[in-house]
């Protein structure tokens, strides 16, 4: 499969153990099918131009969690412990343990391939956590807005599966505008849910 990586740099070498580890799933090399999407992370973090790193990558082997094929639950949990949200006292109890309860070890796959994540995710995530909103409408907000799908490469196995093959610029005045017009319309249809939707289902108080 061809996929992304955006960087402020020419990356034609990931390297296994590099990275920071309070991501999405951990410590890792992510990528994403999504080219438009890559050269958006190519400029947020700095403001100015950037890369897009293409790659291919061959799954043949490699053993695969697709967080499509998880409970929301678990995937809530896996976010959670991974990017350490911190709570107010009264809550952070609440975190510890529905993380315990539903998070799963991640150590054993070679590759995590699912949902991208980012502030307006853990808004969500702590509307649930203070009890909120419930666990069948943090599945459905996860739904709202085209975030994109990103793979992690966990193991020195997976690093064995990638090839460098090209890089094109990404320019910040193109993709830094796009990524905040994706946040945009992601507000915007959150604005208009039905509130009584938010509050139909379990809250954490009913699944801890």
């Known amino acids: 499969m ?44 700095t403001g100015y131009d950037g890369y897009i790193n293409k790659y291919e990558l061959d799954l043949t082997g490699l053993n695969v969690l697709d967080t499509d094929k998880i409970s929301t639950e678990t995937l809530i949990a896996i976010l959670m412990k991974n990017r350490d949200i911190e709570f107010a006292e009264a809550f952070s109890d609440d975190r510890d343990l529905f993380v315990e309860k539903y998070v799963i070890d991640v150590n054993g796959y070679d590759i995590i391939m699912g949902i991208r994540a980012n502030d307006r995710f853990y808004s969500y995530m702590r509307a649930f956590i203070i009890g909120a909103i419930t666990n069948e409408a943090v599945a459905k907000l996860f739904g709202l807005g085209n975030w994109g799908v990103q793979i992690c490469l966990k193991s020195e196995l997976a690093f064995t599966k990638i090839k460098f093959t090209d890089y094109v610029g990404a320019l910040s005045a193109i993709y830094y505008d796009n990524a905040f017009t994706r946040n945009k319309v992601a507000g915007e249809l959150y604005k208009n849910l039905d509130r009584q939707t938010l509050r139909t289902g379990k809250f954490i108080s009913d699944l801890l």
Not at 10 to 17: L, M, Q, S, T, V
Not at 18 to 30: Q, V
């Open 2 to 45: 061809i996929v992304y990586h955006g960087s402020d740099k020419i990356i034609d070498n990931p390297e296994f153990g590099r990275g920071h580890a309070y991501n999405d799933y951990g410590l890792g090399f992510y990528l994403t099918t999504d080219e438009n999407l890559a050269g958006e992370w190519a400029v947020l973090r």
